[in-house]
């Protein structure tokens, strides 16, 4: 599965100090910068196909925001191949302002709005809370409304994981808190979550390679003159029709999953309309913060089990071919 990644980028004042955190005697933002570097050097980190942009985002001066794109959209193979956009990117950054997290957030879900064919993610790295500008909260709307994955990286001890570890959640992200110099790279790495196959499927799956294996083998066995020619048929003929029942029990669960996965987006259109109504409140002033926050949450966790769901549903379909 190919992704476009934005990686967002905390350059508030306190990523210019390295306060909270331990195992360096240099800004976390200059360790940050190095880690990334180091990421895009790794042929492993992505997939060939990912498409990895960066942002960054502070207060420059009291109120307003700032949030730009460092490094538009590139494939990760040209990255990785040794390009240096990355590190020119990277080396005029310096922390300072305040942290308009809600800001920076919205601004990079709207980077990432009209593409298809690839799954959208961020990964956000940030140290602190926010204290410029939107709550982040309210942004969660907009990462379910356009299929958004917000992973972040809490960095030291006064990231406000109270607030950030629900909205990744929330977005089926993770979060991650780092309090070490040496925990940071790893952290640093998309993680393609992959649910569990159903035990049903997954048996279905190893019984058709297993069947698949035997006829190869007795194939090899035939060329090599190592059995009877009538030996050969009745065996190849029975492990045919175990392949032909398991084929038809493949186009079952398949039409199941499919049903099934209907029957959840169907689901989620209710909540989701609910939500959209209820930002639309929001936005015309109808509601306060709080009672949209309050009233939203549920719907948005509502929503967040429906879309893992959803997601194990289309793991088995692509599964089973």
């Known amino acids: 599965m190919a992704y476009r990644l934005l990686y967002l980028i905390d350059c508030s004042g306190s990523m210019g100090k390295d306060k909270g955190f331990s195992g360096i005697r240099e ?51 040209c990255i990785t191949a040794g390009s240096l956009l990355p590190i020119e990117a990277l080396a ?19 980077s990432l709005k009209g593409e298809e064919g690839q799954s959208k993610g961020i990964m956000l790295v940030t140290d602190g809370s926010n204290s410029v500008g939107e709550d982040p909260r309210l942004v969660v709307y907009d990462a379910l409304r356009d299929n958004v994955r917000i992973d972040i990286v809490g960095l030291g001890t006064s990231v406000d ?14 979060f991650r808190r780092v ?58 003929y029975e492990l045919a029709s175990k392949l032909a029942a398991m084929q038809q029990a493949y186009r079952e669960r398949r039409a199941e999953a499919c049903r099934e996965l209907c029957g959840l987006k169907l689901e989620r259109e209710k909540p989701m309309a609910e939500l959209t109504q209820l930002n639309c409140m929001l936005l015309k002033k109808e509601i306060d913060k709080r009672n949209y926050i309050g009233t939203a949450s549920q719907l948005e966790d509502k929503v967040a089990r429906l879309n893992r769901e959803i997601a194990a549903r289309q793991q088995i379909l692509d599964a089973l071919g």
């Open 27 to 77: 800004p976390k933002l200059g360790l940050l910068k190095k880690s990334i570097i180091e990421l895009f050097k790794n042929e492993k980190a992505f997939s060939p196909e990912d498409c990895v942009g960066l942002m960054y985002f502070r207060e420059k001066v009291v109120n307003a925001p700032e949030i730009c794109l460092l490094m538009p959209f590139q494939e990760a193979a």
């Open 92 to 110: 005029p950054l310096k922390g300072a302002g305040g942290t308009p997290l809600g800001a920076g957030i919205r601004k990079a879900i709207e």
């Open 161 to 174: 994981e109270l607030t950030l570890k629900p909205l990744a959640e929330k977005t089926g992200g993770v």
């Open 179 to 236: 309090s070490d110099a040496s925990e940071l790279a790893p952290a640093l790495v998309w993680q393609r979550i992959l649910i569990p196959l159903s035990s049903s499927a997954a048996g279905m799956l190893a019984e058709t390679n297993a069947i698949k294996n035997e006829l190869r083998h007795l194939e090899g066995a035939a060329s090599r003159n190592e059995i009877a020619s009538q030996g050969y048929q009745n065996k190849k």
